[in-house]
């Protein structure tokens, strides 16, 4: 049996910084995972393969609109297969980006799946000897949930692994569930010329994000020609001649694909047929502040355990965990965990929102300031949106809420006046470039206290 300090099972955003940063501290690390699929879900099927798709979508309604900014476009065309094979070289490029990282780390791989047994006894497919560590880190992520009640046909019936793999544009499609897949991804089918539906069953798209934005947020995706139905459920779902029948709000209607973009759940695929026990709560693998599971000696982060379900919030975990293993007295804290939705505008959030804040009985002051009436933004072509920022009465930023251009970038000055603690005054003396987006953030600081934050 090979022996290692750390062994790290699955090499994405949460998987592979730990592993990298462990080696680079003088421990024996191993990281394992199939080779096609270092970077996890993230790179492979996740936030990059949307973001190139999104950044073609955006393209395409730039040229569409090529004539406002005095240019003329010609004949507007796509090819979607080049569209799919630039998204693919993206993420083979970064996805030998981390086997070069993780080689010159001094991080042993092992390409293939791998079951944890009782007694921290890992066995990978294709691979004879068996492994243990005295650490085991499960960085498994997740996979999207497809509830029985759907159809499992995913020739018509997709998840979004099909969605960003689709070989063609669908005539019309009809996507469950009005979250951030939902959005991006029907997005960007949108553009090239499909008709899409999007229904959800809370009243608000985006569950999560302060409801007066989702709220009008409604009108400009409906504006770009998204059918969005909230407070809907989809009451029935079944294949018909190649395509699918819905039921929505009683009234059937047929769609050439469906996307289900319900939510994700852990994929607990390395304890299959292990006679593995492992503690779960909702679904989640139980972990405690040290990152402990109910295994001595096994540790679980990013998406496998509790807290959003994010790239980012899995690379903090990582390098919580990091930080305590090197002594220090950190914990886990996902109050500030910023959210971002990578739609044309994009929208993004962290810390509380308005109806947070009031359920906890929080009084705050408000800020806001408009993209349409920022330089960088009108020039940009991109005025529509707007920056919200909620502070206590002492000046502290309890939320920032931001949608239009470059918001999950701008979010980062929110995130910091929050976390940093920065009151109004220090914070109106940093100077911010113009014209530049940042210069909303800083607008939508002052307005909050009548502008009178000067001096
Ligand atoms: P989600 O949790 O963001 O949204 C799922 C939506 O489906 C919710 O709004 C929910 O109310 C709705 N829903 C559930 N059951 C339904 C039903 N039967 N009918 C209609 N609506 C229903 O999940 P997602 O969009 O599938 O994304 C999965 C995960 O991946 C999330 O954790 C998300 O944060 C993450 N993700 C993040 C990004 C990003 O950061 N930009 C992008 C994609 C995915």
Redesign the pocket.
């Known amino acids: 049996m090979q022996k290692f300090d750390l062994i790290v099972i699955g090499g994405g955003p949460g998987g592979y910084p730990l592993a990298v940063k462990m080696a680079r501290s003088g421990k024996k690390v191993a990281i394992i995972d199939k080779s096609s699929e270092l970077g996890g ?1 993230c790179l492979n099927w ?2 990059i393969p ?2 190139a798709l999104l950044a073609s979508a955006k393209g395409l309604h730039f040229l569409k609109k090529a004539e406002t900014f005095g240019l003329g476009a010609g004949q507007i065309s796509f090819d979607w297969q080049k569209v799919q094979q630039r998204k693919e070289k993206i993420v083979l490029q970064l996805r030998q980006g981390i086997e070069k990282l993780l080689d010159k780390s001094g991080v042993t791989r092992f390409d293939g799946f791998a079951r944890l047994f009782p007694d921290k006894k890992i066995r990978i497919e294709g691979v004879e000897e068996e492994l243990t560590a005295d650490k085991i880190v499960l960085c498994v992520g ?1 996979v ?2 497809a ?1 029985a ?2 159809p499992q046909d995913r020739s018509i019936f997709w998840t ?1 692994d099909q969605a960003l793999n689709a070989t063609e544009i669908p005539e019309s499609l009809l996507v ?9 991804l029907g997005q960007v089918f949108n553009e090239f010329g499909c008709k899409v539906t999007i ?4 009243p608000q ?4 994000l302060d409801t007066a934005t989702a709220k009008r947020l409604l009108p400009v995706f409906k504006k770009a020609g998204l059918e969005i139905l909230t407070g ?3 009451e029935g779902l079944e294949p018909l001649n190649g395509n699918a029948k819905a039921i929505i709000d009683g009234k059937e209607r047929e769609f050439s694909k469906v996307l ?5 759940r852990v994929n607990h695929a390395f304890m299959q047929d292990t006679g593995l026990e492992i503690e779960t709560e909702n679904g989640f693998i139980k972990v405690d502040e040290t990152y402990s599971t109910s295994l001595p000696g096994v540790y679980a982060i990013g ?1 496998a355990i509790k807290g ?5 919030k899995a690379t903090y975990d990582a390098m919580t965990l990091a930080a305590q293993w090197s002594g220090q007295q950190v914990v886990a804290d996902y109050s500030l965990v910023p ?4 739609t044309y505008p994009e929208i993004s959030w962290v810390g509380k929102s308005e109806e947070a804040l009031k359920s906890d009985g929080i009084e705050y002051k408000t800020g806001r300031s408009l993209f349409s009436a920022n330089g960088k933004a009108m020039t940009a072509g991109e005025a529509d949106g707007q920056i919200k920022t909620l502070f206590d009465q002492n000046g502290k930023l309890l939320g920032t809420i931001i949608w239009g251009p470059e918001a ?1 970038n701008i979010i980062n000055e929110g995130t910091m006046m929050s976390q940093f603690g920065v009151d109004v005054h220090s914070f109106s003396r940093m100077i911010h470039p113009h014209p530049t987006l940042s210069e909303a953030f800083m607008e939508s600081v002052e307005s909050a206290f009548g502008g009178g934050v000067h001096g």
Do not use: N
């Open positions: 879900t996740g936030c949307t973001k997740s999207p949930a509830p009640v759907f979004s469950v569930g009005g979250g951030v897949i939902g959005l991006e229904v959800e069953m809370m798209i985006l569950p999560g809907k459920k989809v289900i973009a319900v939510g994700r998406d959003p379900m994010l790239a980012h959210s971002c939705v990578y999950s």
